[in-house]
Structure formats: structure tokens, C-alpha cells
């Protein structure tokens, strides 16, 4: 970095010719005291320091002032760090200390836990969390009115909407898929001397406290199904059917076009669940190859898959 001078070097810092030793660096040179710290002021002890913006910082101020510090505990990031799909940057380590939120695989340090919580939420997916049914109508009034727009119609049917814990939801479910589900479709079956005479549907069944994009995710998803059974679809496989109903909840988060629906679809899209995330590839395929409205028409009138 230093240099003797041979000629008559100008100093980028005052500007005047420099007699005697000078300092080379950054693509111009310097009077030894005019090389200095962007972040302290002072001129540098030894041959080291870091560059920002085309300005020189002594490697602690560099530390202190300009590098990227952890989401989790606020030190400054050295060396290797993760960044995680939000963005946020975060130190190696805590990848293995913090549970993930069950709902954006965001990192929750034991400070940000909800205390008597048995669901990891992160304080982000808490702030739009969906906790009654005056929050959750008007979403899904949207969910329907996007379906009604793309050509899934319910005969005027009246749907009822709830929210419930994850003991409700089992029961509603019958267990089936329930530790994946986070909706169900209620329904009501009519019998007459014990023999089952129709199914009259409800409507659907969310879980309580879910983020508001994710919700309107799984009530697109759950009214799939009742599509399915009002146009009489009743022989699809479970694959199929959770494909089908699966694609509706993609295709709403693609339109939606937020940083949270994408983070949800791209998950649909990498799901290696055999039902859930093979059936969605398999129908989604099947749309891109004939189209979209001719698969539902195609549904609506051979009651199965093209």
C-alpha cells in the first residue's frame, strides 16, 4: 500500500502534489494522514481494511457500522451466514437452535414464542393471524368471488364458514390426511332406516389462527371440494381430488402475487407428499397441456380428469 514518490503524485483526499512517502490504494493515491476511515476518521494502523461503496473502513468500524447483523440476536454477520426466503439474514448457527413457524418456515427465537402456544408461530404470521369469524368473512367472501370469476359456480348454495381448533378439525375429518390439513368440508348425510338417502353440504371448517394468506389459500382449497361434490364428482382418487384442490389454492396464490402466497405455491410446488404434492403436480400438469377452463369443463361433464 505504501510507496516512495517519483514523480509528483497528486493526494485524492486534498488535492495537493505529495512530497515524501505516500500510500497507493483504491486506484488513487494519498498522503499517509489523508487515507482515512470512512466510519471513525481516523487514518489506518496497517494494511487492512474493507471496502464499502468505494469507501475504506478500518474492519471493526466496518463491523460495527456496515455489516449485515443477524435477525435473531442483532451480531454482526462475518464470514458465512444464511439468508432465508423472506430475505432475512441470520447466523449459521441458529439454524439448528430455533424451531421454524409452522406457517413460514421463518426461525422463532425463544424470545419472539408464544408462551402456552403448541403451534410455533412467528410474530410476522401472528400480526395477520385470522383469530375470528368477523376476520375471516370478508376473505372468504373474496376466495368465493375469485372462484365464481374463474368459472367455479356453487348453485347458490349457502355455505357456512368456521373456525376451529385442531381437536374439531380431526373429528371432522375422521382423521383422514388430518395432520396435513388445516381446513375440512362439513357436510351433513341424511339417512332413513340406516341407509344413507343424500349428503347435504355445510360448508367448510378452517383452523383458527392461521396468517390471512394462508387461509384464503385453504379456503380456496377446501371449496374445491365442495365444487367437486356439488357437480356430482364423487370417483375421483384422493390424489385427484387433493390435486384439483390443490391447483385452485396455487393458482389463487399466484394471481394473489404477494411475497406470502409465492413462499405458499412455490411449497406446493416442491411438496413431496405422495397425495397432496404428486397429486397437485399431476393435475397442474394436466391443465398446462389442455388448459385450465377445459379441464373444469371436462370435469363438470365426464365427472373425471381429461
Known amino acids: 500500500m505504501h510507496g516512495m514518490n517519483t514523480g509528483q503524485p497528486v493526494c485524492k483526499g486534498c488535492r495537493q502534489a505529495i512530497q515524501?512517502?505516500?500510500?497507493?490504494?483504491?486506484?488513487?493515491?494519498?498522503h499517509p494522514d489523508h487515507f482515512v476511515c470512512a466510519g471513525c476518521g481516523l487514518p489506518f494502523q496497517s494494511n487492512s481494511f474493507q471496502v464499502h461503496e468505494a469507501l475504506p473502513y478500518h474492519p471493526e468500524c466496518y463491523l460495527r457500522l456496515i455489516a449485515p447483523r443477524c435477525a435473531y440476536c442483532g451480531k454482526p454477520l462475518q464470514g458465512q451466514y444464511l439468508v432465508d426466503h423472506w430475505g432475512q439474514k441470520f447466523c449459521r448457527e441458529h439454524q439448528g437452535q430455533f424451531p421454524s413457524c409452522a406457517y413460514c418456515g421463518?426461525?422463532?427465537?425463544p424470545q419472539q414464542r408464544e408462551a402456552g402456544s403448541a403451534v410455533v408461530r412467528c410474530p410476522v404470521c401472528r400480526t395477520t393471524a385470522?383469530?375470528?369469524i368477523d376476520e375471516a368473512r370478508p376473505l372468504y367472501s373474496q376466495c368465493v368471488r375469485w372462484l365464481n370469476s374463474h368459472g367455479l359456480r356453487y348453485n347458490n348454495l349457502k355455505l357456512s364458514l368456521e373456525l376451529c381448533d385442531r381437536a374439531r378439525?380431526?373429528?371432522?375429518?375422521?382423521?383422514?390426511h388430518s395432520s396435513h390439513s388445516l381446513g375440512a368440508t362439513t357436510s351433513a348425510i341424511y339417512t332413513q332406516n340406516g341407509r344413507a338417502m343424500r349428503t347435504e353440504i355445510n360448508g367448510i371448517a378452517i383452523l383458527q389462527g392461521l396468517p390471512a394468506t394462508l387461509f384464503q389459500g385453504?379456503?380456496?382449497h377446501e371449496l374445491g371440494h365442495v365444487w367437486l361434490i356439488v357437480n356430482g364428482?364423487?370417483?375421483l382418487s384422493s390424489r385427484a381430488e387433493e390435486g384439483f384442490c390443490e391447483l385452485l389454492s396455487y393458482r389463487y396464490y399466484l394471481d394473489a402475487n404477494t411475497p406470502e402466497s409465492?413462499?405458499?405455491?412455490r411449497n406446493k410446488e416442491h411438496n413431496q407428499d405422495p397425495i397432496y404434492g404428486e397429486g397437485f403436480r399431476g393435475v397442474h400438469a394436466i391443465s398446462e397441456a389442455v388448459g385450465f377452463q377445459r379441464l373444469l369443463e371436462t370435469l363438470r361433464t365426464t365427472k373425471d380428469l381429461p
Open 20 to 30: 515524501g512517502k505516500y500510500i497507493q490504494a483504491l486506484g488513487a493515491t494519498w
Open 106 to 109: 421463518r426461525l422463532v427465537s
Open 130 to 132: 385470522i383469530e375470528t
Open 169 to 176: 378439525l380431526a373429528i371432522l375429518l375422521q382423521d383422514v
Open 218 to 220: 385453504v379456503a380456496v
Open 233 to 235: 364428482i364423487s370417483n
Open 262 to 265: 409465492l413462499y405458499h405455491s
